[in-house]
Nanobody
């Protein structure tokens, strides 16, 4: 079955960096759009970044220029490099794929940006 496992979250200082990873299994990873969403306390889940099979990327305006999404099809893994972190980036970050006619989500990884 489809599995998505995120890792790499934690505590960072403002201006710092973190790299999130999402290991995928159970589908042909290279053929699917992979998306990172985030959900801050008391807010709705929102799209942070998306990468298409050919490598095209989309970003939320709030992270553009600071976050970079990438994928390694040989490792079935999608990454989110987060630089110049701000307190407002604090959220649970989720990996997502729409595959086999439904949405799949990872368990989420907490990112906290605080001094």
């Amino acid at each position: 079955q489809v599995q998505l496992v995120e890792s790499g979250g934690g505590l960072a200082q403002p201006g710092g960096s973190l790299r999130l990873s999402c290991a995928a299994a159970g589908f042909t990873f290279s053929s699917y759009v992979m998306t990172w969403y985030r959900q801050a306390p008391g807010k709705e889940r929102e799209l942070a970044a998306r990468i298409f099979p050919a490598g095209t990327t989309n970003y939320a305006d709030s992270v553009k220029g600071r976050f970079t999404i990438s994928r390694d099809n040989a490792k079935n893994t999608v990454y989110l490099q987060m630089n110049s972190l701000k307190p407002e980036d604090t959220a649970v970050y989720y990996c997502n794929v729409y595959a086999l006619s439904q949405d799949y989500w990872g368990q989420g990884t907490q990112v906290t940006v605080s001094s």
